[in-house]
T-cell receptor, first 112, second 109 residues
Framework: DTEVTQTPKHLVMGMTNKKSLKCEQH?????MYWYKQKAKKPPELMFV???????INESVPSRFSPECPNSSLLNLHLHALQPEDSALYLC???????????FGPGTRLTVL | KQEVTQIPAALSVPEGENLVLNCSFT??????LQWFRQDPGKGLTSLLL?????REQTSGRLNASLDKSSGRSTLYIAASQPGDSATYLC????????FGDGTTLTVKP
């Protein structure tokens, strides 16, 4: 298996909802990443996990809560989001931190 | 703070043309540089990775170069095809990943 998968593909949520995004890879990579991408903008790094431990948090609001329960799985828990949080959320993995990164297809999030 | 600039922002060429995309960066203390393509609404596809100690990498019709002294990387696409139409992004990895804004390429049949 040489790909990064993300579920769901699309998500619509209200500002009071709690939802989670899921990312999975079975390439044995020990680094995983969350990025946020707004329309016509480049991806912005949110979080980096190395060996299941959070190594970088780019000053992301606490309404975004990452979790890495094992080396293959990365979650992003969402709570009390704002409409401006609507974006494409991309997950990536790499063998080690800042090796070649492989991206998933993304989750298109809309916050109403 | 690392700043990454990609020029041009958009490029339209006829099929078959060779073309060069540019990526400039301000901090040469990097681990590596990676080129991606992104189709509309999709994830990023890795094209080439150049390690800090390397000068170029080739994959098929693609060739990427890296000149840290001048803070520049180029992506050369030979014999362009309509299927090459996409946004091309460069990313500098230096403790954190920083992306350029991308070049949107249109190859006309």
């Amino acid at each position: 298996d040489t790909e990064v998968t993300q579920t769901p593909k699309h998500l619509v949520m209200g500002m009071t909802n709690k939802k989670s995004l899921k990312c999975e890879q079975h390439m044995g990579h020990r680094a995983m990443y969350w990025y946020k991408q707004k329309a016509k903008k480049p991806p912005e790094l949110m979080f980096v996990y190395s060996y299941e431990k959070l190594s970088i948090n780019e000053s992301v609001p606490s309404r975004f809560s990452p979790e890495c329960p094992n080396s293959s799985l990365l979650n992003l828990h969402l709570h009390a989001l704002q409409p401006e949080d609507s974006a494409l959320y991309l997950c990536a993995s790499s063998p080690l931190v800042y090796n070649e990164q492989f991206f998933g297809p993304g989750t298109r999030l809309t916050v109403l | 703070k690392q700043e990454v600039t990609q020029i041009p922002a958009a490029l339209s060429v006829p099929e078959g043309e060779n073309l060069v995309l540019n990526c400039s960066f301000t901090d040469s203390a990097i681990y590596n540089l990676q080129w991606f393509r992104q189709d509309p609404g999709k994830g990023l596809t890795s094209l080439l990775l150049i390690q800090s100690s390397q000068r170029e990498q080739t994959s098929g019709r693609l060739n990427a170069s890296l000149d840290k002294s001048s803070g520049r990387s180029t992506l050369y696409i030979a014999a362009s095809q309509p299927g090459d139409s996409a946004t091309y992004l460069c990313a500098l990895n230096a403790g954190k990943s920083t992306f350029g804004d991308g070049t949107t390429l249109t190859v006309k049949p």
